[in-house]
């Protein structure tokens, strides 16, 4: 097939100084979007700003022959998330694609969390997705057009160890992306979700060897698909890592049927309630 490449589209991917963010924001670039790069510059659970990383991510753009600008609003406010968008406007006159990326962690084992740390991670992930998609929206919405890649977490699908706030704030965002497909649908636009197993500041701490193979690079073709105006799907999720991608479903078991139901009934036929071999994919809109 032809290269999938984005001349005169408009692209923001948000967290985009480091990591997974710089990977989709370059490749976005190279194949010919203009792209906002935004990033707080914040330290990893979310402290400090520095304007460096975006303004560094966007001369590598721009000594590579691409079109971009740096922007250091967070995504964490509602005035941020405006902002956001309000530059890529003044700068390029149209939004297509958003990539929701930005984000920090606040580790800590259920016992020991504090509210303080469950409210930074679920505002800078779900607010923050809410946010900039609330802002870029009614864009998408007038032009009949737009592309919106949520960045979810196997924390959130599956669980992890000390977690919890992560986890429920990155599954948040798949609950959101579900809603929007539906919503978006009639003005084509399409919102789809990764979710990255990639060696990044993030997760260089804890993938030890395994992460060696685990280049963030892996993770953006993926990206770039769902970014692209030929992707013809909608409300799908997909792990990604190490060159390897596969989907990611919610599934409902055929289950039992019974008007009289009982918890004894419940407890008898337990297995068969559980029992997956057979199941259907509910939620989102028919798929093209």
């Known amino acids: 097939m032809s290269p999938m490449t984005f001349e005169d589209q408009v692209a923001i991917v948000t967290g985009a100084g480091r990591g ?27 402290s400090g700003t520095s304007k460096s990383a975006a303004q560094s991510v966007v001369d590598e753009i721009v000594a590579a022959g691409g079109i971009a600008i740096a922007n250091g609003d967070s995504v964490a406010t509602d005035a941020g998330g405006a ?42 992930h779900l607010a923050g997705t809410f946010n900039v998609t609330r802002a870029v ?16 977490s196997g924390t959130g699908l599956f669980g992890n160890f000390g ?3 992560y986890g429920a704030a990155k599954m948040g965002m798949v609950g959101m992306m579900h809603v929007l497909a539906i919503e978006g649908q009639r003005n084509g636009i399409a919102v789809n979700a990764i979710a990255p197993i990639a060696r990044t500041r993030m997760t ?5 060897e395994a992460g060696k193979a685990m280049d963030p690079e892996l993770v953006t ?9 030929s992707c013809n799907r909608t409300a799908h999720i997909y ?50």
């Open 20 to 46: 997974l963010g710089r990977c989709h924001a370059l490749e976005l670039a190279r194949r010919g979007a203009r792209v906002v790069v935004n990033d707080l510059g914040s330290a990893l659970d979310g």
């Open 83 to 124: 902002s956001i968008v309000a530059a890529a406007m003044d700068a390029f006159g149209r939004v297509d694609i958003l990539v929701n990326n930005a984000g920090i962690l606040r580790d800590a084992a259920f016992k020991n969390m504090t509210a303080e740390q469950v409210d930074a991670v679920i505002t800078v």
């Open 137 to 152: 929206w009614p864009l998408m919405r007038e032009q009949n057009y737009g592309r919106i890649v949520q960045t979810t």
């Open 163 to 165: 977690q919890a706030n």
């Open 204 to 208: 260089e701490g804890i993938m030890g």
């Open 221 to 229: 073709p993926v990206v770039i698909y769902l970014s692209h105006r």
């Open 239 to 288: 792990s990604v890592g190490g060159g390897k991608v596969s989907r990611v479903f919610i599934g409902v078991t055929k289950g039992i049927e019974d008007a009289a139901l009982t918890a004894e009934t419940v407890a008898t036929s337990i297995d068969r309630i559980d029992d997956s071999s057979a199941f259907i994919i509910r939620g989102g809109p028919p798929q093209a």
